[in-house]
């Protein structure tokens, strides 16, 4: 089997880019995506996002997320301890500095803020004086390196690898989107200490290992590190993480995912798509877009998350009996949204920005607090429950290390581009800056709370632009266009894009209107429980907030149960198959329905603009 085997290549060469370092692949990205640092956001729901989750990273205190880092090199430290899952005697300590490292990189080449980078700089030479003072290995954590004696002996101990996997990409994404040198170093020093001990391994007790353990992406860290560097024991270090309990299966086109832990899962597919690029073998993209559909198509929910209480509970299209106070939880959307990426660069087809458009926002626009910028753990689908948050010193489930990543990151996927093609995959309000071409585009809407974008080029020269703008699936009333305020027709390519070919002049403007709809997203097991969506929109029922105070929605527990007794929702019992005929707008309400065929109406807002409401997003409709 490939996936097993190193395969040799020579070092790959190197070039200069918008990301410092980034290499010449094996394989060809059919699109490219743009560097963060040429999209900027503007005034909207996202950037609104961006800008607490910016605040946020200002306001974690520096020293307090050093602490246990210095303990465990053995310097002093006076920092008042952070609690939750970065507490002194937590095993899991010292993840969060990863997130926050790579959160700090991603909004520093999303905005600009100099302020921010030189705190995270900081940070990194502070990481490299716990390097040195830990010894010549190149150890770097927050815990002993005794923990690692008892993953390899198949002892119990709280995911040491999982944390160094966010520790290597923090540093890596300090070095790509900030240029910090230093920070490439440190994940070097690491990398050998981490390859010492590995060489002692041989592959069986590898496997036993990984099987025992939560890894998290080190595949695709060490992925990364070989392209970063062009240094082939990198990349076969990273073979030696491929966990073959996940990828052989796949590999033969087999679902086993039941039973699984969807976070351990997913990163080390994310490795997979990984060593696709760098080394062109193709049995990693078999199992990276084999593992996606069975996801995305048949493991997921109507929001596009997925998971219960973190696991696959079920066999593929069983899900009705899977809404309960721990479902989706938002890492997991986080990573498949990476993956998505991915496979959008190999294949530029709209089913992958139709997927990552609903992700982003019923699963990750919706899980920030709009007052205190604090992150969800889990996005709770049964009926009755209420959004929980994160306190901002006291909690830092993993959740929280990739929430502080998901808003400092918006951009990255909204455009893409392939010589004179352009891609515009997600309608967000932006502006990117095309320095090869001496283009800007402008996207201006309020979409997702309006159904039309407009698109201003604005150039010195007239540019010839293959401009392709995503049809959604949910565009079933069509789309309607008018260039220079006269109306066009768009006839939409086999892979769902409208093209306009032409030579762009400066100030030309495209409107777009993608007339939303009302649908319904049953159940793969159960018809008669669904959801109901508006466009991409997942629509959830408003049961009241009595009682919900800030105190009582944020939370240090990771399983949160639920007070009972619950609201409950009856059946909706329906006289036609027409979703129109069971739900009304409501005057002077955007986006707003209320049921017609309950005694008592409940009206349903779109679930990413839902706070301080219980609520119901799976409804039970019978004739």
Not at 356 to 377: C, F, K, V, W
């Amino acid at each position: 089997m490939k996936l097993t085997r190193i395969m040799a290549f020579a070092a790959p060469l190197l070039i200069t880019s918008s990301l410092i370092g980034e290499p010449v692949l094996r394989v060809p990205l059919q699109a490219e995506p743009f560097a963060l640092s040429q999209v900027r956001l503007l005034d909207g729901p996202f950037k609104a996002n961006e800008a607490r989750d910016r605040q946020y990273l200002h306001d974690l205190d520096a020293d307090r997320l050093l602490h246990t880092f210095r303990l465990n090199a053995g310097l002093a430290s006076s920092a008042r301890p952070l609690g939750g899952w970065e507490k002194p005697d937590c095993e899991l300590r010292g993840h969060t500095m990863g997130h926050f490292l790579s959160a700090c990189a991603f909004m520093v080449a999303a905005t600009g803020d100099e302020a921010l980078k030189t705190k995270a700089e900081r940070i990194v030479a502070e990481l490299a004086k716990c390097q040195k003072a830990i010894g010549d290995s190149g150890y770097l954590s927050a815990f002993p390196e005794t923990w690692f004696d008892r993953v390899e002996a198949f002892k119990p101990v709280w995911a040491p690898y999982y944390t160094l996997h966010k520790i290597y990409a923090g540093l890596m994404d300090m070095y790509q989107y900030c240029g910090n040198q230093q920070a490439l170093a440190v994940a070097e020093k690491m990398a050998a200490w981490n390859q010492s001990r590995l060489g002692k391994l041989d592959e069986a007790h590898m496997q036993e290992m990984l099987n025992k353990t939560e890894q998290g992406g080190m595949n695709d860290a060490f992925a990364n590190l070989y392209a970063l560097t062009g240094k082939s024991d990198y990349l076969t270090t990273a073979g030696r993480f491929n966990q073959r309990t996940y990828v052989e299966p796949l590999l033969q086109g087999k679902d086993t995912m039941t039973g699984q832990h969807v976070n351990s899962f997913i990163p080390n597919i994310i490795g997979s798509a990984r060593q696709y690029e760098v080394t062109g073998d193709i049995d990693h993209r078999h199992v990276a877009e084999y593992f996606w559909d069975q996801v995305v198509n048949h493991r997921s929910y109507c929001t596009g998350g997925n998971s219960n209480r973190e696991h696959f509970q079920t066999d593929p299209d069983h899900l009705a009996d899977q809404l309960g106070d721990n479902t989706q939880e938002t890492c997991c959307t986080y990573n498949m949204l990476k993956l998505t990426k991915h496979l959008f660069t190999w294949s530029p087809e709209a089913r992958y920005g139709d997927y990552y458009e609903r992700a982003l926002i019923n699963s990750i626009l919706s899980t920030q607090n709009p007052r205190d910028g604090m992150m969800m753990y889990f996005v709770p689908l049964a009926t009755g429950r209420h959004k929980m948050y994160n306190l901002p010193n006291d909690s830092f489930w993993c959740c929280t290390g990739s929430g502080l990543e998901n808003h400092g990151r918006y951009g990255e996927a909204v455009y893409f581009h392939k010589a004179d093609t352009l891609y515009v995959n997600l309608f967000m309000a932006t502006e990117l800056n095309w320095q090869d071409k001496g283009v800007r585009l402008r996207q201006d809407t309020a979409f997702p709370d309006a159904d039309t974008t407009v698109l201003t080029v604005k150039t010195d020269a007239p540019t010839r632009i293959d401009l392709r703008v995503r049809v959604p699936y949910w565009a079933v009333n069509g789309v309607f266009a008018k260039l220079n305020g006269k109306e066009i027709t768009l006839e939409p390519t086999a892979d769902h894009y409208a093209v306009i070919d032409r030579v762009w002049q400066d100030n030309d403007r495209l409107e777009m209107r993608m007339p939303m709809g009302l649908h319904r997203h049953a159940m793969p097991d159960d018809p008669t429980l669904m959801a109901f969506m508006f466009g991409p929109l997942v629509l959830a029922g408003q049961l009241g907030g009595d009682g919900l105070t800030d105190e009582n929605t944020h939370t240090t527990q990771n399983w949160y149960k639920y007070p009972e007794p619950m609201p409950t929702v009856p059946p909706m019992t329906v006289t036609s198959d027409n979703i129109d005929d069971w739900l009304a707008p409501v005057p002077g309400k955007p986006m707003t329905f209320r049921t017609t065929c309950l005694e008592t109406p409940i009206e349903l807002v779109p679930y990413h603009r839902l706070f301080d409401q219980r609520y119901c997003v799976y409804w039970s409709v019978v004739k």
